[in-house]
């Protein structure tokens, strides 16, 4: 039977041409942030659309506003920057994830926490963080890498030690955020190569080709997590 399955299979086999990417050298590698749009960046902006209407009241954000603002609008009351070390000029609070006391307790309706937790070795405890954050009914809205190559910016900063699945994201929010978790996936093996290679959404022949979902291919985990 077996022998029978490879005899199809090698009738079948698709004759692939590497043009271009016959090489060990990514096209791109800062995530093709110098040709145009990251992929990934597509995902997380259409995950954050998509959940606009939690982007209300007091809300923080890792690093910038820019989600803040872009997606949270009039819905916003007060927006805080949280960064983990003063050199960011913008940041309203310098506090790591891991350490609550370095963290205001209960204070915020929303967290945009964007591409953080792959960088945070105690992951465990930045969840704790991020639950210590919120106001009682807040919601964490996170994004989390799947496939993807290295930042080397945040790898000599930071450190980089994760890579996330949809079940492995929810055995990490779940435990804490017992208001609700729910976990999602985006991606599809065109957008996890071409973005392995460092190309930009501009490169591609149709952007809406990133759209058909493959759960074989995570290049984005989404998280959405309630504080009970």
Known sequence: MLLKLMRYLNRKKVVVEFGSLHTTT?????????????INRYYIEKFLSARAGLI????????????????????????EILHATPENKAATIVGDLTDPATLPAETFDCFICTQTFDCIYDVQ???????HLLKPGGVLLATLSGISQISRYDMERWGEYWRFTT???????????????????????????AFLQGLAIEDLPDPALLDEHDPDYQLVITVVACKG
């Open 26 to 38: 990514p096209v791109s590698r800062v995530f093709g942030l110098d040709r145009g749009t990251p």
């Open 56 to 79: 209300h009241g007091r809300v923080l954000e890792v690093g910038g506003s820019d989600y803040t603002r872009q997606f949270g609008g009039r819905r916003v009351q007060h927006c």
């Open 125 to 131: 405890q930045a969840v704790l963080g991020a639950h």
């Open 167 to 193: 079940p492995s994201a929810l055995r990490l929010f779940q435990p804490v955020f017992t208001g609700g978790v729910e976990v999602e996936s985006f991606g599809n093996v065109l957008a996890a190569t």
